[in-house]
T-cell receptor, first 117, second 114 residues
Framework: AQTVTQSQPEMSVQEAETVTLSCTYD???????LFWYKQPPSRQMILVIR??????QNATENRFSVNFQKAAKSFSLKISDSQLGDAAMYFC??????????????FGKGTRLSVIA | NAGVTQTPKFQVLKTGQSMTLQCAQD?????MSWYRQDPGMGLRLIHY???????DQGEVPNGYNVSRSTTEDFPLRLLSAAPSQTSVYFC?????????????FGSGTQLSVL
């Protein structure tokens, strides 16, 4: 079974600075998808960024980018120019490419990010 | 556009009571799923569906039933509530056969079982 590990339960960053959230995963599959979801205090789950394992290029979405290291099974999220609105719980998630889209997303336990003004 | 709608938002049950958490989506999504979120545990899949009439178990299905009689609705039934089922429940849907498509989540149901 696949597992996702987020080793940083809590992180903090100064406003306008850069922070990196770590995520590692364990799988024997060669094709899969990785995601970062943001959960603010409102409890809403918001997709931040996604990466297909077959793509070598790291995904970027505005101030958010990932460092995808397939061989190391690492998928870190970098947030640049941090804003107060970035404060939230961040979840790393894995999905096999061999199951339906509504099949298991395997989530890590989350990293709570605080942004200091 | 409503997206994924969950009701109720909050619920308190006594041990042994049964209830149904409602989930409806108006996006004609084929794929729907239920997750629970416990403190320090992340989200875990309870049940999922790939279309009307088709459901399957996820990681933590015990104590829950689902059915999918229409594309729009995917209710989650607690048969006999237990304190271990105290959690936040999320319904989600997606529209594509591609695994990289995002899930659309509802706003969650906070359930407490006393």
């Amino acid at each position: 079974a696949q597992t996702v590990t987020q080793s940083q339960p809590e992180m903090s960053v100064q406003e306008a600075e850069t922070v990196t959230l770590s995520c590692t995963y364990d799988t024997s599959e060669s094709d899969y998808y990785l995601f970062w979801y943001k959960q603010p205090p409102s409890r809403q789950m918001i997709l931040v960024i996604r990466q297909e394992a077959y793509k070598q290029q790291n995904a970027t979405e505005n101030r958010f980018s990932v460092n995808f290291q397939k061989a190391a099974k690492s998928f870190s999220l970098k947030i640049s120019d941090s804003q107060l609105g970035d404060a939230a719980m961040y979840f790393c998630a894995y999905r096999s490419a061999y199951i339906p889209p509504s099949g298991p997303l395997v989530f890590g336990k989350g990293t709570r990010l605080s942004v200091i003004a | 556009n409503a997206g994924v709608t969950q009701t109720p938002k909050f619920q308190v049950l006594k041990t042994g009571q049964s209830m149904t958490l409602q989930c409806a989506q108006d996006m004609n999504h084929e794929y729907m799923s239920w997750y629970r979120q416990d403190p320090g545990m992340g989200l875990r899949l309870i049940h999922y569906s790939v279309g009307a009439g088709i459901t399957d178990q996820g990681e933590v299905p015990n104590g829950y039933n689902v059915s999918r009689s229409t594309t729009e609705d995917f209710p989650l039934r607690l048969l006999s509530a237990a304190p271990s089922q105290t959690s936040v429940y999320f319904c989600a849907s997606s529209y594509s056969r591609q695994g990289n498509e995002k899930l659309f989540f509802g706003s969650g149901t906070q359930l407490s079982v006393l």
